[in-house]
């Protein structure tokens, strides 16, 4: 069976940090991958997605960047955080059930930038 | 319009009754929708999936999908106070899954 896993679960980091959170997938291979971050009492925002190793898709400009160094890794970073990169940062892959992709959530990181 | 849009609630029934959740999508939607669970500081969990017009069941989950109104519904009966959490719908546009921002059930005992 495949698991996602995500590290660290928690960090507290200052302003002009960086960042570096990490993503793995067990069980498949190839995987599509994402990113995603819910800011408290809100809904998830795609920030990147990948179809395979080195292959980065960004949705939103911001001071992140992800990267895909082998095909079941994925890591979002930061040069330097901002107040406003709090919140709870989801990574996902998709497998195809049937006729569609369903998609399958890690266990998240809870970041908080003081 | 949003891709995905859901009443954001709060939802509150009490225990053992029907909570009904709906979920409205526009035209750049493909025909593939989700249902997702989310318990307070946890990751969202994919509990149901509906890809055809009518009923899917599963449990004391009913998933419907209205397809001529554009609408997707998540009923949960005889709803217990673990049901209480957000409830994410979710549908394909272009490959990538758009959520909507959540509707937040409460079951009271």
């Known amino acids: 069976s495949q698991t996602i896993h995500q590290w660290p679960a928690t960090l507290v980091q200052p302003v002009g940090s960086p960042l570096s959170l990490e993503c793995t997938v067990e069980g498949t291979s190839n995987p599509n991958l994402y990113w995603y971050r819910q800011a408290a009492g809100r809904g998830l925002q795609l920030l990147f997605y990948s179809v395979g190793i080195g292959q980065i898709s960004s949705e939103v400009p911001q001071n992140l960047s992800a990267s895909r160094p082998q095909d079941r890794q994925f890591i979002l970073s930061s040069k330097k955080l901002l107040l406003s990169d709090s919140g709870f940062y989801l990574c996902a892959w998709t497998r195809l059930a049937g006729r569609s992709y369903e998609q399958y959530f890690g266990p998240g990181t809870r970041l908080t930038v003081t | 319009q949003k891709e995905v849009e859901q009443n954001s609630g709060p939802l509150s029934v009490p225990e053992g009754a029907i909570a009904s959740l709906n979920c409205t999508y526009s035209d750049r939607v493909s025909q593939s929708f989700f249902w997702y669970r989310q318990y307070s500081g946890k990751s969202p969990e994919l509990i149901m999936s509906?890809?055809?017009?009518g009923d899917k069941e599963d449990g004391r989950f009913t998933a419907q999908l209205n397809k001529a109104s554009q609408y997707v519904s998540l009923l949960i009966r005889d709803s217990q106070p673990s049901d209480s959490a957000t409830y994410l719908c979710?549908?394909?546009?272009?490959?990538?899954?758009?959520f909507g921002a959540g509707t937040r059930l409460t079951v009271k005992p």
């Open positions: 979710a549908a394909v546009v272009n490959n990538d899954m758009r």
């Open positions: 509906i890809y055809s017009n």
